[in-house]
């Protein structure tokens, strides 16, 4: 059992400036904080507010680390250049993180309790080389399923296989032979790109100081993907700890005053309505084409409907012109606002969830047993829709116009398996599997289960070797 005196456990963890990577890591604090560990965060000063308000309750520590400025690549007057401004920014404003390095080093040295251990983002490779200076062992934060993770491995490593393949064309995984993929599924991060590339070299680095670090946190649990868990850590390594869903260190929620959406959906729940949760994710960005596909999606399905908007990277929301709203809004609403996801998908009346399958809404779907209708748009999203779909077989798959996994969908697709998901014997036989699978990653994060012995076993290794 792991010795869990406060004095003697400090997690330092560092989450990048994402939304999808910094809502987890206060998850795990969370789970750390149980362990009576104390936890100190680091972040850059625009992130700070949501972290500290996030974590209001507990006994964190968070300090916060002046950004460069002025960050070649970025144009001028991007404002909160600390919290990632757009996707299309993302290497000039991940690599420049590294600048943090000596101010991140200077405060490490004078935390005044002893660091156990330290969580950092898998784009930092940069704090291995702090860590070991420090003496101090680094875990590596990867926001994606043990699967992704694995079967992206593994496919890099026999890239042969897509030769003279088209994006369409499915090929065998040699080492899980029950299982197919696409070019499109495989998020190739150096297709076309130049090897000597300041990009690619960046990646290089990553994985290369992943691969000295002690360990990779997954936020998953091993009942949820045994064979690509086991995988990882006997043949590729270094192992990684399965210790999630970390979303379920926190039940509650904590806002004073109900938002407009949760008391409609209450409305939904006393009509018996069931509704359909839309919603993308915290980054990604839907062209107005397709958003007005979607409009005619949800209307023709005729099924009640909560769609949350995020703001295309010029900082305004897409246009839902000719009355849309109107006429449908005894059946759904569009919020376009900031909302918290978990607390909409553990609303009993959300029977379904259309998502561009973030790892992080994959696993507040399956918590809260609400099935998926898979609708994946870039990064490893696809093969987080394959696994939703053909490996735990939670959810069901868009209707793309030109067969490729993240193509465009149009209005009468998106009716057909919205109605599928809602109505229909698939719907149906997804449901009762996700629920299942619900209660198990609920079994896992109770005492004793697999992810609070996984945390354990880490914490006590770790003391070990203290
Ligand atoms: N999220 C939220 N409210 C929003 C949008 C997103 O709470 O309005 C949360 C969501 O619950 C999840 C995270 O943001 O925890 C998004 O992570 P995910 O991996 O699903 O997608 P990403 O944003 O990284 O693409």
New binding site residues.
Partial sequence: MANTSPSSLHALLFPFM????T??ILQLARLLLRRNATVTIFTTPANHPYISTSLSDTSTSIISLPFPKNIPGVPPGVESMDKLPSLSLFFPFVSSTKLIQPEFEKAVQSLKTPVTFMITDGFFGWTLESANKFNIPRLVYY?MSNFAITISRVVSLNKHIFEGKSDKNLVTVPEFPWLTVTRDEFNDVFNGRDLDSPYAKWIVDNVLATSKSYGLVTNSFSELEPVFVEYWNSKLGPKSWSMGPF?LSHTEFLSSKKPSWIVWLDKKLQLGSPVLYV??????EISQDQIDEIKIGLEKSEVSFLW?M?RSENGVYPTLDDGFEERVKEKGIV?R??????EI?EHEIVKGFV????????L?SICAGVPILAWPLS?E?PLNAKFVVDEIKIGVRVETCDGTVNGFVKGEGLEKKVKELMEGEKGKEVRKKVAEISRTAAKAVEEGGSSWQCLNELIDELQINQ
């Fill in positions: 994402a939304k999808g990577h809502i987890p926001g979303c919603a993308f994710g915290s980054q990604s949350v995020r919020v606002e900031w909302v918290n996801q978990r998908l998502s561009h399958c973030g790892w992080n809404s994959v507040e990064a999203q």
